[in-house]
């Protein structure tokens, strides 16, 4: 926790790592808190798998997670190891749907995006060029959108359903959870086509203006989805 992570400074080791799961918005307002702190449960332990005498974890709060180690090489193998393994590892959960029903899901991997270096504020500011950079490439879903790893689970066992691909919008996710017609909405960075130029002066407005976090990376979302 915080509190772990200030204590623990007195180790003077040169390195700090920041993190956070993929999607926690998306999965909060789809399946409810229960199910999405089951997620991140999910990630703390995973990390802590990873944790040696050299490196160490710690939840912040929500899905932010911290680390401190004593070299860079040692903390960036630990956190590709626990990304890796979040990839691949599949959890089932049941979520109860705003103004729908209770359904059972399976999600197909968790995503994790990281930061390393001298401080926990430059490794978040390092995370979260890195969300950027991830979902440029299509390897992560835009901010708050479907993250294309859920299944529905139907009664029959092996019965399941994907839950729609990602990007795709949460309106369009929530209504067919809920068996409503789909609203004819473009899935967030799917809407334009902007070019390299475009996109590099866009960020260059958000540095000029100092924006950054969670906030820069809804803006540009929005901006290639043409919102």
């Keep these: 926790n915080k509190t772990a992570y200030d ?17 926690m918005g998306f999965y909060n307002d789809v399946f409810g808190h229960t199910p999405t702190d089951e997620l991140i449960h999910a990630v703390g332990e995973t990390l802590a798998r ?61 995503g994790l995006t990281y930061g390393i270096d001298e401080s ?10 890195r969300k950027e950079a ?10 708050g959108t ?7 689970l139907g009664e029959e066992e092996g ?8 990007g795709t919008s949460k309106a369009e996710t929530l209504a067919t959870l809920r068996g409503e017609p789909v609203p004819q909405q473009t899935p967030a960075g799917a809407g334009v086509s902007i070019s390299e130029a475009d996109e590099s002066r866009a960020y260059k407005v958000l540095d000029a203006a100092d924006i950054t976090g969670d906030r820069r990376i809804d803006l540009m979302d929005r901006l290639r989805a043409g919102r």
Excluded at 120 to 129: G, I, K, P, S, V
Excluded at 135 to 143: I, L, V, W
Excluded at 159 to 166: D, Q
Aim: aromatic content about 6%.
């Design 7 to 23: 204590e623990d400074a007195d180790l003077e080791w040169e390195h700090a790592g920041a993190a956070d799961m993929d999607g």
């Design 50 to 110: 990873h944790a040696t005498d050299k490196v160490r974890f710690y939840h912040l709060s929500g899905d932010e997670f911290a680390a401190r180690a004593e070299s860079k090489e040692d903390l960036d193998a630990a956190f590709a190891a626990a990304q890796a393994e979040l990839n691949t590892r599949q959890i089932t959960l049941t979520g109860h749907v705003p103004d729908g029903p209770q359904v059972r899901v399976r999600i197909d991997g968790l």
């Design 120 to 129: 926990y504020e430059r490794a978040d500011a390092q995370a979260t060029a």
């Design 134 to 143: 991830r979902t440029r490439s299509g390897e992560r879903a835009p901010k």
């Design 146 to 152: 479907n993250t294309g790893r859920v299944h529905v």
């Design 159 to 166: 019965n399941s359903v994907r839950l729609g691909e990602r």
